[in-house]
């Protein structure tokens, strides 16, 4: 039998910095996204009425919905033939009562200069959910929190990914990108490696896309019972609880989701300076001098 892990009793809550606007940006919007585009307008609506922010929502996604999309995605026959972005953002815009901008493209690392607001990019919170399967988009994404992010920047990546059956939630990021303090109290943790370091195989061309099957589509592999209907509802459930958690409980106190439907399991691991050192050990001040030091 193995020993049961209690981490947990040791995780820091995650802590972002409080700022009056705050960017939600979506990108991709099909398997997973499609059924997480809901969470993200009502957790906008939340902030925005609960606690008087200013919200910017952003829907990116250059594809447009066919009809095998609508037995895995979170689309209707009726929206067959429009762009996913577009038709997302005026469903869940109209139904919430918030500006949802769609983007009918793929993602660029230059995602500021569309935006017209630019005070609020480089001023604001801006919280990037990934919900790509290539590791061309997410190439992209690491570039916007790295290349992209200015000084003062506070940027997130909350990364979805999924195989057949399985699927992992990733959230990373930085209040302030020259900041390298990680735990400026023991209890408070207010960096986190992003998902690209925690898993740099997310970046390798051919590792992160789904494994071929007959040149068969996700929609087609689903409907063969290769993939689960079900699984990007999963994925998407486990990502707008983290999003929910990290913005209005702000309750977050891990930063890795595992789930295999198959055996029926999940795990999370824990925010512990211990687990994160193996990140950050020699490249960021893992809690400041005058706190306890880490054993």
């Not at 981490?7 to 960017?23: G, N, Q």
């Not at 909350?158 to 939630?169: F, T």
């Not at 997310?202 to 993939?227: F, M, V």
């Not at 459930?237 to 958690?245: K, P, S, Y």
Request: charged share 25%.
């Amino acid at each position: 039998m193995q020993p049961l892990n209690l981490d947990f009793l040791e995780a820091a809550t995650l802590r972002l910095i409080e700022r009056d606007s705050i960017s939600l940006v979506l990108v991709g919007c099909g398997g997973s996204g499609s059924w997480l585009a809901p969470t993200a307008v009502r957790t906008a609506r939340l902030l925005i009425e609960k606690f008087g922010k200013t919200v910017r929502v952003v829907f990116v996604d250059p594809d447009t919905v066919e009809p095998k999309n609508c037995y895995r995605q979170n689309f209707a026959e009726f929206e067959v033939g429009r762009n996913k972005a577009e038709s997302l953002a005026l469903r869940y815009g109209l139904a919430w009562g918030v500006d949802v901008l769609a983007l009918p493209q793929a993602f660029d690392a230059d995602l500021d200069k569309l935006l017209e607001d630019e005070r609020q990019t480089y001023y604001g919170l801006s919280v990037v959910i990934g919900c790509v399967d290539n590791s061309k988009a997410r190439t992209e994404l690491h570039r916007y929190l790295t290349e992209k992010a200015g000084y003062g920047s506070a940027r997130w990546w909350l990364d979805c990914g999924n195989d057949k059956h399985s699927g992992q939630v990733l959230v990373g990021g930085f209040n302030n990108k020259l900041d390298t303090t990680v735990f400026p109290l023991p209890d408070y943790c207010v960096r986190l490696p992003l998902p690209s370091e925690q898993h740099p195989e997310l970046l390798i061309p051919g590792t992160a896309e789904p494994e071929p099957d007959a040149a068969l589509s996700c929609a087609d592999l689903a409907l063969r019972g290769a993939q689960g209907l079900a699984v990007n509802q999963m994925v998407a459930a486990i990502a707008g609880d983290t999003l929910l958690r990290m913005l209005v409980y702000k309750n977050l106190g891990h930063f890795q989701t595992y789930f295999d439907q198959t055996s029926g399991s999940m795990r999370s691991t824990p925010i512990t300076a211990r687990i994160l050192q193996k990140y950050f050990a020699g490249s960021a001040e893992m809690i400041e001098e005058d706190n306890e030091e880490i054993e």
